[in-house]
């Protein structure tokens, strides 16, 4: 049976060998998709917001 420090270690190895395969972005590309995620989580805020007015104009119409 394995020591429970040998399953780590193995772990801990692979975690780290996992990450060297990893492709990491460069600044510019992490600069570029933060403004996509900001303007199209601004713009789907927008569309909720003129939804949910509309909405509350309609229900306080009928109510």
Do not use: H
Not at 14 to 42: A, N, Q
């Amino acid at each position: 049976m394995k020591k429970y420090t040998d399953i780590a270690e193995k772990y801990y190895r692979d975690v780290v060998g996992e990450m060297r395969k990893v492709s990491w972005p460069t600044k510019d590309e992490v600069k570029d998709m933060t403004v996509v995620v900001l303007t199209v989580s601004g713009i789907l805020a927008l569309f909720t917001f003129a939804v949910d007015w509309a909405i509350n104009a309609v229900m306080g119409q009928i109510l």
